[in-house]
């Protein structure tokens, strides 16, 4: 997925809020250290997506996904503004 912010041109630079529910296999050490061998989004929400060059959050369009990048699971069509 990639953002365009149609107010200022910004296509690189963006705070996105989501919530995730996952599934995530935990893998403790003896020492104690916590290691997170797999996770699956189960299900993603982008609540909203504000760009970090003028702060516009009502402004921005969405992308084609480009060749070779991974999306996750996306629960929302259009980005809260």
């Known amino acids: 997925m990639s953002y365009r ?9 963006f705070d996105i809020f989501e919530t ?17 061998e797999e996770e699956e989004v189960l299900d993603s929400n982008v609540e909203k997506v ?19 990048s991974q999306e996750q699971p996306n629960s929302a069509s259009e980005p809260a503004g």
């Open 20 to 36: 995730k529910r996952i599934r995530a296999f935990h893998h403790y050490s003896l020492g104690g250290e916590l290691e997170v």
């Open 50 to 68: 504000v760009c970090r060059w003028c702060g516009s959050s009502d402004s921005i369009s969405r992308g084609e996904q480009r060749a070779g």
């Open 5 to 13: 912010c149609d107010a200022c041109g910004n296509k690189t630079r």
